[in-house]
């Protein structure tokens, strides 16, 4: 049987936020292999997570935090199901991690997708549609590459679409599908402000 090292197995807790018997079972499983037993622990974390997200979210904090230099600052309301999960301290860190990652994104301004107006997506539709390098492209390829470059663009000004700034290779919405995979409930970002000195 593969002897799977404890430090191997720590490493991939403090990597992935998985309990210490899922890392040990993951690397197991994956003869050793730390890349793919992240991947392996995410995937199962988005499924688990997928289960519990329409789950009612009547607890949580607000958390600020400012910026050093004190010209930029960020409050913010992180719901969880309850209170026993929003005084864990890797529930604070999470939020804590969240408000740091909007203060480090001038363009976020929304959570999800869903919240962006339908006005903002038709004017970004209308300025891509007006761009020299569609002219002579069939219609059909025409919509793809607008609306390609629209997502995009769009993507940029939600928070849960942002990669995380402790690790790029995952996005903030992946972080709290892992949390809640951690913590056993739904965690939701309900809304946040950003605040720039003389803005």
């Given at each position: 049987?593969?002897?799977?090292?404890?430090?191997?197995?720590?490493?991939?807790?403090?990597?992935?936020?998985?309990?210490?018997?899922?890392?040990?079972?993951?690397?197991?499983?994956?003869?050793g292999?730390?890349?793919?037993?992240?991947?392996?622990?995410?995937?199962?974390?988005?499924?688990?997570?997928?289960?519990?997200?329409?789950?009612?979210?009547?607890?949580?904090?607000?958390?600020?935090?400012?910026?050093?230099?004190?010209?930029?600052?960020?409050?913010?309301?992180?719901?969880?199901?309850?209170?026993?999960?929003?005084?864990?301290e890797?529930?604070?860190?999470?939020?804590?991690?969240?408000?740091?990652?909007?203060?480090?994104?001038?363009?976020?301004?929304?959570?999800?997708?869903?919240?962006?107006?339908?006005?903002?997506?038709?004017?970004?539709?209308k300025?891509?549609?007006?761009?020299?390098?569609?002219?002579?492209?069939?219609?059909?390829?025409?919509?793809?590459?607008?609306?390609?470059?629209?997502?995009?663009?769009?993507?940029?000004?939600?928070?849960?679409?942002?990669?995380?700034?402790?690790?790029?290779?995952?996005?903030?919405?992946e972080?709290?599908?892992?949390?809640?995979?951690?913590?056993?409930?739904?965690?939701?970002?309900?809304?946040?402000?950003?605040?720039?000195?003389?803005?």
């Open positions: 049987m593969l002897h799977i090292d404890a430090e191997r197995v720590r490493e991939l807790r403090h990597k992935t936020g998985a309990g210490m018997m899922n890392c040990k079972r993951a690397l197991l499983e994956s003869n292999n730390f890349e793919e037993a992240i991947k392996s622990l995410r995937e199962k974390g988005q499924a688990s997570a997928h289960q519990k997200i329409n789950r009612k979210t009547i607890e949580g904090i607000v958390n600020s935090y400012i910026h050093i230099g004190g010209k930029i600052g960020v409050l913010i309301e992180v719901n969880c199901e309850t209170d026993f999960v929003a005084r864990r890797e529930f604070q860190e999470l939020v804590q991690n969240i408000a740091m990652q909007i203060a480090a994104s001038p363009d976020v301004l929304y959570i999800q997708s869903s919240d962006i107006p339908e006005e903002i997506f038709l004017n970004e539709k300025i891509e549609s007006e761009k020299e390098d569609l002219i002579n492209k069939p219609d059909e390829i025409k919509e793809k590459i607008i609306l390609g470059r629209v997502e995009k663009t769009l993507k940029n000004l939600t928070l849960l679409n942002q990669p995380c700034i402790r690790d790029a290779s995952i996005t903030v919405d972080l709290i599908k892992e949390k809640i995979s951690l913590f056993g409930e739904n965690i939701r970002i309900k809304r946040f402000t950003r605040y720039t000195l003389g803005n």
